[in-house]
């Protein structure tokens, strides 16, 4: 068996190659982290048997996604290493030493000791979840705060718009009334007709002729500034707005498809949404990194915080919010629509209701038992079943 070791970097990585004797084969050597610096690393492997070659390296952020997902659609075994492992390992060494060349050898190492997971295409499926779940969090983030700029446009050009749309000024219907024209002014000299079409049309039919005569009064009278470049920032935060619902959209469609292809068992707890799923499996990946649930729960943030001084002990504590935030979020949303959806869920939480427990405290549980259950179902691969 010939094992290679890959120490992760930023722009360059480093390797080497051993065989099962504890030959060296390749002496470390760097390689960066692009096409060019790719094939150079495959040409160092060319006159190795490509079935008797192991590949491993340490699990790091998103540092080695490129790498791991070239590598696997080349067809190389690749094993990923938890950095606990690595570590371990090197504080058993008498000498004290970290460098890149040295890394090589202590993953190669635990590739020796069968303390890796090898990359499937369910693990490069998760992969492209998890990066798919950031770009749409980062997406809605930054629409949330066009909204808030937009609102604050308009608060400053035309306020009574806001009362107008009932306190939702992001609705279609405004969004292409604003697009075209975004001053009271523009909206007052509009012929009422063409004003009413526009409100009808884009509203499906639930403002009419009498809102387009209240919405050109209240243009008339309104005390927003006059001020052209407020117009011009309210069309340019709706053209943006637009776009992020566009690129949110082609990231969830992305997410079914990615989803079932993995035919994930997720996605048969009732009320479960592809959204959740998505970020779910996507954020706790290789569900074997977990040997019980409460190491699940304690990832997520999910577990309770620990307060202890001497002989005291809290009995009541807050969770950690520890873990990941996008899948504590999501863990507790999907338990709200499990509630929803599900006679034995709701049960519970209306017991921890009727034990006192707020409905943040009580979902809170209902999330705990969610885990356990779905730790349960991705370790066994089978779906949701109570009975």
Not at 145 to 150: A, E, F, T, V
Not at 227 to 247: C, D, G, R
Not at 364 to 382: C, P, Q, T
Request: proline share 2%.
């Amino acid at each position: 068996m010939i094992f290679v070791g890959i120490d992760i970097a930023k722009n360059t990585h480093w390797a080497s190659a051993m065989n099962s004797d504890g030959e060296i084969l390749l002496e470390p050597f760097s390689f960066q982290n692009n096409n060019e610096g790719f094939q150079k690393f495959i040409s160092k492997l060319s006159n190795f048997d490509k079935q008797k070659m192991l590949i491993g390296l340490e699990s790091t952020a998103h540092y080695g996604e490129n790498i791991i997902s070239y590598l696997f659609n080349l067809d190389y075994k690749i094993g990923i290493i938890n950095p606990i492992q690595t570590s371990n390992l090197r504080k058993s060494n008498i000498r004290k030493t970290k460098n890149d060349k040295v890394d090589t050898f202590i993953i190669i190492k635990s590739l020796t000791l069968n303390n890796y997971n090898l990359v499937t295409t369910r693990d490069i499926n998760n992969i492209k979840l998890k990066g798919l779940s950031r770009s749409r969090h980062n997406l809605i983030v930054m629409r949330s705060r066009s909204k808030i700029q937009l609102a604050s446009f308009i608060d400053q050009l035309f306020p009574e718009l806001n009362k107008f749309f009932k306190g939702n000024l992001h609705l279609n219907v405004s969004y292409q009334l604003l697009k075209d024209y975004s001053s009271p002014k523009d909206i007052s000299s509009l012929h009422l007709t063409k004003l009413s079409n526009i409100l009808h049309d884009n509203s499906h039919g639930r403002y009419g002729k009498q809102d387009a005569i209240r919405l050109r009064e209240l243009a008339k009278s309104s005390v927003g500034i006059d001020n052209p470049s407020l117009s011009l920032q309210i069309k340019h935060a709706i053209f943006q707005i637009e776009l992020y619902n566009k690129q949110i959209a082609e990231i969830e469609s992305l997410y079914k498809s990615i989803l079932d292809e993995m035919d994930s068992p997720i996605l048969t707890i009732p009320g479960m949404s592809y959204n959740q799923a998505a970020v779910i499996v996507g954020s706790i990946g290789d569900i074997n990194r977990f040997t019980h649930s409460c190491q699940l729960l304690a990832y997520a943030g999910l577990d309770p915080s620990v307060v202890q001084s001497g002989n005291f002990q809290a009995k009541s504590t807050r969770m950690s919010k520890r873990g990941s935030g996008m899948l504590r979020y999501s863990l507790v949303y999907a338990a709200h629509n499990v509630v929803l959806n599900n006679k034995t869920f709701k049960e519970y939480y209306e017991l921890k209701r009727s034990q006192g427990k707020s409905h943040y405290c009580a979902l809170g549980h209902v999330a705990h038992k969610l885990v356990r259950i779905i730790f349960k179902m991705l370790k066994d691969n089978v779906t949701f079943n109570l009975d």
